[in-house]
């Protein structure tokens, strides 16, 4: 499986973009990329899912280079309730999820 | 989306007595469901995978005596903590992906916060 790195921490301000990149050399052609958010004594929730080039949904958009060795999850205009870890994850898409240590993105008024 | 739900959200128990932790897809079949123990300020780390009808798989330095998983139906996945310790206290939480179709996406409950006093 595909190992994910990612910051460790972010911060950020109301309004602003917010752009999380995550690297993962080793991904395999079957592999699709996938963040999910996660809050404090909660489940991870699913942000968005891409293969290649751009996908965008109605809370982010997630670009991925042509060598899918990297991609990036922006989150445009974050408010306080974005505050939350942001995990990146590599597999197929039947595979199991393995989770990597995640970004905590503190977002301040 | 799907719904995945957990039942109870917390539980404390005495040490060396057992809990079971249910996992339900609420409108969906899920063929496949994991299990995650999440301790404080940690990532989640997945215990195993259960496989509708067929024996859990455990991850490396997993007891599967002491973490028993059933997966009697395709919408119920169940976890059961045998003789419990302070050090099972933690955060366990279940995925469950839908069958066969084109969406193959995971679907997470809500966590089930374990305290063994």
């Known amino acids: 499986l595909a190992k994910t790195t990612q910051p460790i921490s972010m911060d950020s301000y109301e309004g602003q973009e917010v752009n999380i990149t995550c690297s993962h050399n080793n991904i395999a052609t079957n592999d699709y990329i996938t963040w999910y958010q996660q809050f404090p004594s909660q489940g991870p929730r699913f942000i968005i899912q891409?293969?290649?080039t751009k996908v965008t949904n109605e809370v982010a958009s997630l670009f991925i280079p042509a060598d899918r060795k990297s991609s990036t999850l922006s989150l445009p205009r974050v408010s306080l309730s974005d505050t939350a870890v942001y995990y990146c994850?590599?597999?197929?898409?039947?595979?199991?999820?393995?989770f990597g240590q995640g970004t905590e993105l503190s977002v301040k008024p | 989306g799907a719904v995945v739900s957990q039942h109870p959200s917390w539980v404390i128990c005495k040490s060396g007595t057992s809990v079971k932790i249910e996992c339900r897809s609420l409108d969906f079949q899920a063929t496949t469901m994991f299990w995650y123990r999440q301790f404080p300020k940690q990532s989640l780390m997945l215990m195993a995978t259960s496989n509708e009808g067929s024996k859990a798989t455990y991850e490396q330095g997993v007891e599967k005596d002491k973490f028993l998983i059933n997966h009697a139906s395709l919408t119920l996945s169940t976890l059961t903590v045998t003789s419990a310790h302070p050090e099972d206290s933690s955060f366990y939480i279940c995925?469950?992906?839908?069958?066969?179709?084109?969406?193959?996406?995971?679907?997470f409950g809500q966590g089930t916060r374990l305290t063994v006093v």
């Open positions: 994850l590599v597999g197929d898409k039947r595979g199991k999820l393995i």
């Open positions: 891409g293969y290649k």
């Open positions: 995925s469950a992906r839908e069958g066969t179709g084109g969406n193959t996406e995971a679907f």
